[in-house]
């Protein structure tokens, strides 16, 4: 019995000793350790997205976009063929937390890609810093991941996507500057994202002399929307902010136009509704209806933006369905020129990373990539933020073209 | 007879067609069972063939219900081909027709079809025809393919650790893809031989047993199994370790909904709002945020947890006394849903944070160590829910839990019989919120944040379903089907679209097949089969069984 | 004595608190007078439409109840399936303008292809998933009708998309009504108008026809109408054609005043519709109706007269809390409902 109660006892220690420590392999020294990938064996790529749900399209669309990364590299680096090892998350923190120690369990993994939600993020990162893996987030837009502020665990968290911080200051800006709206009524879904962007909206507006009637809020799976729209009214504000989701803001939309009271009032939505299931959904009711969003017109995006859609639509069969392939895009060419910089070859054709290393190439990687130059932070904001307000022209969800339906209207 | 052959081939093969126009189909065509040459999704089909010929029964009925289960699927094939259907079922894609006529086009693809479901059909037919000492050795080695082929990538994990000759071993049976021919071959035969060789030497000690000692075995068996469990993660690495640590939250959920539903009959759906007091208590009393009301020590915290959960559910059992049956699963269920909602509102953000949650929560600390892998959160889990079964376990033998039975079996008869209905019920619903609160507490810890989506009615429901399915009112039943309703699922999240359907199926088929459970306890079974067992009498059999000598 | 006084002591507790939530609330939003007559008249119409959508759906689950004793959980999933036909046949009418000029004939169309998918589900889930456990008591024919619940839900999903799928929205569907200075939106009239008529044919059916009797044999007393040479059998799956036809036209008309259609539509709709059945009294059709019509009521005008008047920041996130609340003291204050008597009894 004592000598079960040992075996268990060393068993478990051992099991729990499991972090990144300094090392020495082949040609390499790192503080983190080192990845020895064997001659002729694959350079493993991770990624976590939202791939089911009502939000596929959101990380199907990223996932499709790090693919035709590889593809336009040649589907090799250095020698190596690159494998994505792609897990779904579903967009909530458990799902992430496992898809995240997944990535991490494996030790080949090599730098991870994703999520697509800001909340699957925050457990995310710090397991896979744990054992050295640099994530690299693709859509995921909560201020605080790259904060000033930010704790020392997520020292490896980069991302080739803008901050919301940025976003809502951006359409703050615009209602109260170019839309002259002075009173504004704000509705969030109850979704962090939708509640801290609406939130860094009203802020900015407060400060820039506006005033916010007051801050609604609905349950994403809510259709009725007549009381709230009633209400909202009769407080008469000039503009609408309500960065939610397809289903519920399609639901405002409609219901907008038959409430009494707010035939005049400016609608204005957030980047996640940039889709032709949007178009879709909202109905000819769409025609007029403004969402703030980064500026990928194909004058502020990389030259190279064009080509990549074309890429896309070949291999696809179908035009990009959501809005941050090209940040997906860029966060895997980040990878993987940092990759190409610090790995070190062996006499055998083994090849060797070291985590520290790569970390610090990723922060210091700069390229001019296809939404926009990328150049990163000391905390990890690698994208320059461009604003601007996109607004639709047509009800026809097959006419759905970043730039053209929606098309940009400021600046 | 030919007649019953056709029609179970087709309602065989109408199942066939729903998983292709549901797109599973095409999602498991995507996993190799053996690389390049079998898929998950050809193998499936092949099950489908091969189960409709071991319905039907004999050799020419087999071969006449394979090739009627391949019917619906080529006429599937040929609808495909000349109405555009991919518009209306987004499923029915080019990739889907490739992969059902194996790019061979449609006149070949049909005949592939019901030829190769004939002769899956007749396979299957005599498969069941053969010997059970056949039938013994091959389905353990088939099984062990399937899972070696289907599970490649977890297992390589595990074994990515090794070099040196397990190393070899690994690369002889596996590619970077999956599973080798040779290394298929491999695994059938050592399996057979092996299941062959443990299952003669095991079953003949059985016989030589006498019943009482049946049971001792069942529970040596039990043992080594829980052993196994708990060693596994220290082995397999810091994945599996994660997934059982959701597998045994929810067992330690289980058991205490087994003491509503299964000893107390109290059908509760609203079980996850305990899961979220355990959650929001821990949280707010130990996380390093603003609005947090202490900053105390995981240790200090986790009883308070425990303690509040057992005051709610006192609280939620309160009003629903005098409600009973179906009607207090909805009344449950209404309570439920509003704790959520209240959870996530704005109205209450000031306290629980609203949508943002509540971050920063710390993890567990023993002196200097802290229990931040997910192997030592298991370990704490595992610690748990041990408790918590010892805790159960003399509940059940204790009188309350009998009058918890009582209470189920039929309250106005236990009423008579002098039980306090309200203290018996109040303290079942304050007991199974207090393990609930437990496993939220745990919860809260391990992903160091609580967000109000995480409290939705699907845990309540995975928690019925799994004591259900694993078999009311017994502990081992309970650990197995959270094994098998949660764990699995974890393991297969490549397949997470298609989760739920699998979910909806397999209740439906446990219910139909085996109401009591994977592993009933004795007292279960003898309810659910005692209409059985009258029959039986009646038709003449023994009271007792005869002891074998 | 002593159990008295601590139950009763929660159960006024929370009789008060109700109340007093309403009558503050009420208080509040009167007081503050934000809105005028032509918006309540809207909130109320407004709130008979989709009484009316409940209405239907309670029906199924009232007849169901009465007959086989089971809540059929999966009744709201039957109704996301009405829709979904009516989607495929809406769409391609709409977009050749058929739609727009033949109004009659094309609700005839949407209506019949919904009513005739949700009846065929329907009529199958009883001979798979429920007919085994005709016998059964305990827990597995609930198990049961949870699992029918997401196997046709995620079915849909797998068929169909994720995505939210629109119903069109034709001219002679948008024009209001001026009654009284009053705006009626046509929609509703439509839709309240058809709702009462297909509900009072199946009033007709269950009160005249020997097939309609014969349920309502089976919902007193199964046994003895099984000894009087009642078909059981064919009076349980009668009883669900009845009741997926009417989830087929009300997930139509739900579409028709929502505009959206998905896979998970069914589910919140049928939980509160099955409160509604038990408010009425479950296993009485005019009982269930009237639930219907008075949760559809609660839901609309509730949120607004109710939780705005309280000062709570952001009220319209807790409206479900409403048809929750609602749900939960009818079960526990009044299980036989409003209209029924002895099925409560009876059950407990």
Sequence with gaps: MNAILKLFAAAVLLAMAHTATAATVGPVTDDLGVIRIAKGAPIQIGGYWVLSGADTALGLDEKRGVEIAFKDVGGKVLGHPLKLNAEDDGCNAEGEQTAATKLAANPQTVVVLGPACSSAATPGAPILWQQGIVNICTACTAPALTASTRKPEYAGFARTVFSDSEQGKADATYVHNVAKAQSVVTVHDGSPYAQQLQQVFADNFKQMGGKVLSQEAIAPTDVDMHPLLTRIASEKPDLIYFPVFTAAAAQIVRQAKDTPGLEKTTLMGGGSLLSADFIEAAGPSVVGFRIGYPDVSPEAMGKNYPKFVDEYKKAYNEAPISGYHANAYDGAMLAIKAIEKVAKEDKDGNLFIGKKALRDAVFATKFDGISGPIACDAYGECSQFKASVLEFTSSDPKTFGIGKNPKKIWP | ?549 | MARFNAVDVVLWAMRIAVVAVVVIGTAGTLIKGRYNAAQWFDFVMFGLTIGSIYAQIALGYTMVYGVLRLINFAHGDIVMTGAFAGYFVATPLDRSGFLESHPVLGMAAILAVAITVSTSIAVLTERIAYRPFRRVVGLAPLICAIGVSFFLEQTFRGMFGSAVKSYPEPQWERAAFHVLGFNVPRVDVLVIGLALVFMGVLYLIVQRTRMGTAMRAVAEDGEAAALMGIDVNKVVVFTFILGGAMAGIAGVFYAFVYKQVYFLMGFTPGIKAFGAAVLGGIGNIPGAMLGGFFLGMVESVGPTLFLDGLGIPAPYQLRDLIAFTLLIMVLIFRPQGLLGERMARRRA
């Design chain 2, 1 to 549: 007879m030919m007649r019953r052959a056709v029609l179970i081939g087709l309602a065989f093969g109408a199942g066939a067609v729903h998983i292709a126009a549901v797109g599973v189909l095409l999602a498991m065509h995507q996993r190799w069972i053996i690389v390049d040459a079998l898929s998950l999704g050809q193998g499936a089909l092949l099950l489908i063939a091969g189960g409709a010929g071991a319905t039907a029964g004999r050799p020419l009925s087999g071969l006449l219900a394979g090739a009627a289960a391949g019917v619906p699927i080529a006429a599937l094939v040929v609808l495909m081909s000349f109405v555009p259907l991919h518009a209306i079922f987004i499923a029915l894609s080019p990739d889907l027709l490739d992969m059902l006529t194996l790019n061979f086009g449609l006149s070949a693809g049909v005949g592939i079809l019901i030829g190769g479901g004939a002769i899956a059909g007749v396979l299957g037919a005599a498969l069941r025809a053969t010997p059970a000492i056949v039938r013994r050795a091959i389905f353990p080695g088939a099984i062990a393919v399937a899972v070696a082929g289907v599970f490649q990538e977890l297992i390589q994990l595990i074994f990515q650790q090794y070099e040196g000759p397990i190393g070899d071993f690994r690369d002889f049976l596996y590619t970077w893809e999956g599973l080798t021919p040779q290394g298929a071959v491999t695994i059938f035969i050592l399996t057979a031989l092996c299941s062959e060789v443990i299952g003669s030497v095991w079953r003949r000690r059985v016989e030589r047993m006498a019943v009482r000692d049946h049971r001792r075995e069942r529970m040596v068996r039990a043992g080594i199994a829980l052993l196994v469990l708990a060693l596994l993660p220290a082995v397999a690495g810091s994945y599996i370790g994660q997934v059982l640590v959701l597998v045994g939250l929810y067992i330690l959920m289980g058991m205490g909904l087994n003491l509503e539903v299964g000893l107390a009959g109290l059908l509760d759906l609203g079980f996850v709002a305990f899961f979220a007091v355990g959650a929001y208590t821990t949280a707010l009393l130990t996380a390093d945020a603003s609005h947090a009301l202490a900053h105390l020590s995981y240790w200090a915290a986790m009883p308070v947890a425990v303690f509040l959960s057992i005051i709610v559910g006192v609280l939620f059992g309160l009003p629903v006394l005098g409600v009973r049956g179906d009607y207090l699963a909805v009344a449950t269920l209404g309570l439920g849903e509003i704790v959520r909602v209240i959870v996530q509102s704005d109205f209450a953000a000031p306290l629980l944070g609203g949508a943002q949650g509540i971050l920063q929560i710390p993890k567990p600390q023993l002196g200097d160590f802290v229990l931040r892998s997910p192997v030592s959160l298991f370990y704490l889990t595992l610690v748990a829910s041990a408790a918590a079964a010892f805790v159960a376990w003399r509940l059940e033998n204790s009188r309350l839990g009998r009058a918890w039975m009582a209470l189920r079996d039929d309250e106005d008869v236990a009423q008579a019989l002098g039980i306090n209905l309200v203290r018996s019920k109040l303290l079942a619903y304050g007991l199974g919120a207090a393990f609930a609160g437990l496993a939220g507490s745990i919860f809260a810890t391990m992903l160091t944040s609580v967000y109000p989506s995480s409290f939705q009615l699907l845990i309540s429901i995975n928690v019925l379903a799994l004591i259900i399915v694993g078999g009311m009112g017994s502990l081992p039943g309970v650990v197995l089907g959270s094994i098998a309703l949660i764990g699995l699922p974890e393991l297969l999240r490549e397949f997470g679209e298609y989760r739920y359907l699998f979910y909806g199926a397999v209740l439906i088929v446990m219910m139909r097949l085996r109401p009591e459970g994977l592993w009933p306890s004795d007292v279960r079974q003898r309810e659910l089969h005692a209409a059985d067992e009258t029959l039986a009498l009646d038709a003449g059999a023994d009271a007792v069984p005869a002891q074998p000598r």
